[in-house]
């Protein structure tokens, strides 16, 4: 029985030509947009967990501070503590979302990318930490990281050319080709 390999970037050969004459197929756009639409997803996803781990640290805190009349004294001596407890929750909701403000932009990002290639010879190089291997392939000057050895797919030592778009995190390939 054999194996399949699953990859990002399994293409067509009418998107290799595609992408050979500079262009990004349908088929990669919806690919594209569905890999935009789960990032922001993944962000946008975890607002519900915010909220609940908010207000449960919020009651525990008010009920441990309400509960005798010593503790309860001592909170409200002082208005910098309400201030403090007051301003927490809009704190906390803002940063949340700003990080799904940055997640939006990146997932635009990807969106209008544009086809960019990488060419040149193949090398590869790799590291080893808790989480297990990761690999480095190394087209030309451009850089691409993986989870699983694909040096059977990009031998080294050989020339190839890497079809791919790109945000500040995350190059995703769309085709590629052997060159010699």
Known sequence: MSQ???TFYEFTPEDLASNQRGFITPSQTEFIGGMADGIRRSQRSGLPLVIFFLLLGLGIFFGMTFSNESARKAFLSDPL??????SIP???LGIFGISIYLANRRAAQLEESGLKVAEGEISWDEEYSKTGPTYFLYVGESEFIFGEDLSGDFPA???GRIFHC????????LSHELLD
Not at 166 to 173: A, R
């Open 90 to 92: 809009p704190i906390v």
């Open 166 to 173: 790109e945000t500040s995190f995350l190059k995703l390939i």
């Open 81 to 86: 503590n309400l201030w403090v407890m007051c």
């Open 4 to 6: 399949m390999k699953l």
């Open 157 to 159: 030592g050989r020339r």
